[in-house]
């Protein structure tokens, strides 16, 4: 077993080394990757050879492949038996600390505490080589084929050959050993697949044990009165000329193994000083179109964060320069590496929110933020970063092998001045916001967030002081993350509301324009309709018209986003350092039986399914609006169709919503198929007309017979559609009066839709002549009459004919084509009264039904007397 042998020394020797010699070189990993000269090549065979030299050269191929491929098994094997004699000592290990932390409780003192800290030290050390997974990973896939390709192999050799040669004896039993091998092999790396993954799986359980325990254990004394004797010690150790010197001696290396990468960043930051003026200037002339409709739009806001940007990355670039310039100069220099990269993460976001809210920035102009609390920020960032940025750069010293010692007193001291910074900083901003704020408008709750964020920072250096260092500084670390992750989202909520409030402004405009437009075409309608009684349109039920409600819907959904993305936040940044807010996944509601396992339920789970329904609630409410501003409005939609998207988006909302509440509550579709199947037979018979006109709704939203806003004529009733419910459909027709109208009916029924492609309709005015009357020259009046009319169209063209000569007229018909269904009743008004005087004026009589009566006197002898 040299392999075993070889791994369990290197580890021997990894023991016996000082932690110190353990940080300067890059930790060994465990277990290695294989290397590529144990994956033994495919075979060169394609086809048997008949002739005796090919027969012989096939035999040694296949020799020397089973060799190989043994020796391949073998290694295997060998890191197979290690990496389980690995796995089940982390496994009683872990067993025994979780029995013992258990026991113990919180009752520990500081020297098991140190006794932890070690351990987690060495379990950091224990990690698995990177490549390690796609190495077996490749070495199961040329096993594969080459299992494959010896299949196809024996697939054409023929089976009585091996009976008469020694030769082809000896190729049969070489084939059958060697694909005996590769199969036993393909098995055992799938075997060392899964023990490596449970491996890193319990590496990773262990380490999340320990850190879950440290945090709540103190990890040095209480501040004493040889505090500050071992605070003099530690300044005097980190400024040691030698170590110094040291660092100097590799900042050349430093700069020749990232040399490109320095170039680089050199370049972008001589690009950014030069431009800088220039960056600001843009940044200025991004404000001046707000307010104005048809020049503001939300790129002017999208260009103003990055300038922003551009303008604090400037100060990071500086920072990761150095880091780079160091990183590679020994321990100290690695340490300071990492502090100057935190350094410009923290220089970049506190100078992002800086930049945000200067003079004429993005915060004034663009999202109207108080100009006083804009200047409090500015003056307040620059003495935060003058503390917290040395701090940050000098914090990893304190725990590298060059301060460890040093941690519980020059650490504990950067702490505190760190969180005494941030305290002052919390206090002047909110002191500048309530200064800013009617006194009446100061409630109680922001009088309480105050308290909160200034006492967070302050009572975690009272822990600190108290010997709970590790817990104060994890505590804090996720303390700044959170703060970071609420401003962004801060800016990404108004940079949401500023794009809402430019496209709201462009649809007020655009619906004032479009309104202006109609008026004049419906004057003349509207003022027939008015003598009339019909005509009057109705109030449809489109979500696209209250531009109130698509104000309101689109805010709250805002709203709701960004609430749910910091509640999302907060609970990744904080669980894994509270192990408190776990507690929710270890109740058990109830559990479900998934073939032979069992799911659990847990409380976690219902309070995720509750928030899914809450959630699917708000978005159905909300939705239209949402859509409206975000989609429908950007899109040249027919009469109605925004309408029917809305409706059909809802529906899925709803339908996706409650799937996944039951399916998180593990009432999953393969044990609920049968229960809806019952389900479905009972509609079918108790429900069928309802999910008929449910259907039927579905069908009206996809193939669109009839809008909302169209107007139609079924069974005789005629009006205009306001609302397509999941049941029915609401008519209004020319009475005021709604007809609910079941979906089923409209589509299963004969339908008139007076506006669906075209809304142009024929109107024919029938009129009679005396006899006796000048046909051509009344025809020639008619079409005269029909011309001067406003409301006739040209297109299709009008026509008078002469249709029949009754008993007491000769009648004509005007067939006219108007633009609206509207117009029928005007037109049939004005074009009688034109008539009348113009046969009037010309002498043409309009006869009424005229009798004739005859009167014949009988003979004087046929009468009775």
Not at 128 to 156: M, N, S, T, W
Not at 249 to 261: I, K, N, T
Not at 283 to 300: C, Q
Request: one cysteine or more; glycine letters at 6%.
């Amino acid at each position: 077993m040299p392999l075993l042998a070889a791994q369990a020394q290197v580890q021997v020797r990894e023991a016996e080394q000082p932690a110190e010699a353990i940080e300067e070189q890059p930790a060994e990993p465990i277990i290695e990757a294989p290397p590529e000269s144990e994956t033994p090549a495919p075979l060169p065979i394609v086809l048997p050879s008949e002739s005796d030299i090919g027969i012989r050269q096939e035999v040694r191929d296949l020799s020397n492949a089973l060799e190989q491929r043994r020796a391949a098994l073998s290694q295997t094997r060998e890191r197979q038996a290690f990496a389980e004699s690995l796995l089940s000592r982390l496994d009683s290990e872990f067993r025994s600390l979780e029995q013992r932390l258990e026991t113990a409780g919180l009752g520990l003192t500081e020297n098991y505490a140190n006794q932890l800290r070690r351990r987690l030290e060495r379990l950091q050390q224990q990690h698995l080589a990177k490549d390690l997974e796609p190495a077996i990973k490749e070495q199961l896939e040329a096993a594969r084929v080459e299992q494959f390709q010896l299949e196809e192999f024996g697939a054409v050799l023929d089976p009585d050959e091996g009976s008469s040669d020694f030769l082809l004896e000896r190729r049969a039993q070489l084939l059958a050993q060697l694909r005996e091998a590769v199969g036993g092999h393909i098995d055992l790396l799938n075997k060392y697949f899964r023990t490596i993954r449970t491996l890193k799986e319990r590496i990773k359980a262990y380490q999340n044990l320990v850190r879950r325990r440290l945090f709540w254990l103190p990890s040095t004394q209480p501040v004493g009165r040889e505090t500050p004797t071992e605070l003099v010690a530690a300044v005097s150790a980190i400024l040691d000329p030698a170590r110094w010197g040291k660092l100097v001696q590799g900042v050349p290396e430093s700069l020749l193994a990232r040399f490109p990468l320095l170039v680089f960043l050199m370049l972008i930051l001589v690009a950014l000083v030069q431009a800088r003026g220039g960056i600001r200037q843009r940044l200025m002339a991004t404000g001046e179109p707000i307010g104005k409709v048809n020049l503001d739009r939300i790129g002017l806001t999208v260009q103003a964060l990055g300038y922003s940007a551009l303008l604090a990355l400037t100060g990071a670039t500086v920072l990761v320069l150095l880091a780079i310039t160091v990183a590679n100069a020994g321990t100290l220099g690695a340490a300071l590496a990492r502090g100057f990269v935190d350094g410009a993460m923290l220089l970049f976001m506190l100078g992002l929110v800086r930049q945000v809210c200067r003079a004429g920035g993005l915060a004034e102009r663009h999202f109207k933020w108080r100009p006083q609390t804009l200047l409090a920020t500015r003056k307040a960032i620059p003495r935060l970063l003058t503390v917290l940025v040395p701090a940050t750069v000098l914090a990893p010293l304190t725990v590298s092998p060059v301060g460890a010692d040093f941690e519980s007193s020059l650490g504990r001291l950067i702490f505190l001045v760190a969180s005494l910074a941030l305290a002052y900083f919390v206090h002047y901003l909110f002191q500048a916001f309530r200064d800013c704020t009617d006194k009446r408008r100061a409630s109680k709750s922001l009088k309480l967030m105050q308290f909160l964020l200034v006492s967070a920072p302050l009572a975690l250096a009272v822990l600190s002081l108290f010997g709970y260092h590790y817990t104060a500084v994890q505590l804090g670390e996720t303390l700044f993350v959170t703060m970071c992750w609420l401003v962004v989202l801060v800016l990404m909520r108004y940079l949401g509301l500023r794009a809402l409030s430019v496209r709201e402004r462009r649809l007020r405009l655009e619906r004032l324009r479009e309104q202006r437009a109609l008026e004049h075409e419906m004057e003349a309608v509207l003022e027939a309709a008015g003598s009339s009684g019909e005509g009057r349109s109705a109030t449809l039920d489109l979500p696209e018209v209250n531009l109130h409600n698509i104000s309101s819907q689109s805010k709250a959904s805002l709203r709701v986003i960004t609430l749910a993305l910091a509640v999302a936040g907060l609970w990744l940044l904080w669980t894994p350092v509270i192990p408190a807010l776990r507690v929710f996944d270890e109740i058990i509601v109830w559990s479900v039986l998934e073939g032979a396992e069992s799911i659990d339920i847990t409380l976690a789970d219902f309070a995720l399914a509750a928030l899914i329904a809450m959630a699917t609630v708000f978005a159905a409410r909300n939705l239209p609006g949402t859509l409206e501003v975000a989609l429908l409005s950007r899109m040249h939609l027919a009469p109605g169709t925004g309408y029917a998207i809305t409706t059909v988006v809802n529906y899925l909302v709803v339908i996706v919503g409650v799937i996944a509440a039951f399916n998180i509550l593990g009432a999953q579709w393969s044990k609920l198929q049968w229960l809806v199947a019952a389900l479905g037979v009972g509609l079918g018979f108790g429900l069928q007309e309802i999910v008929a006109n449910f259907v039927s709704g579905i069908i009206l939203l996809f193939e669109r017979p009839i809008r909302v806003g169209d107007t139609v004529t079924i069974g005789g009733i005629t009006g205009k559609v306001s609302q397509i419910r999941i049941r029915a459909t609401t008519l209004v027709d020319w009475d005021r009066k709604e007809q609910i109208i079941p979906n089923k009916t409209l589509v299963t029924q004969d339908l008139t839709n007076w506006t669906l492609s075209d809304s142009i309709t024929r109107v024919i005015v029938r009129v009679g002549v005396a006899y006796g009357s000048d046909v051509d020259r009344v025809q020639a009046l008619l079409m005269d009459i029909v011309a001067d009319n406003e409301r006739v169209v040209d297109d299709p063209v009008p026509a008078v004919f002469c249709v029949g000569l009754g008993d007491s007229s000769i009648n004509f018909e005007l067939r006219v084509f108007v633009r609206s269904i509207l117009d029928i009743m005007p037109l049939s008004h004005e074009l009688h009264a034109s008539i009348t005087r113009r046969f009037h004026s010309e002498g043409i009589e309009i006869p009424f039904p005229q009798r004739d009566i005859h009167i014949r006197s009988e003979p004087a002898e046929l009468r009775v007397e």
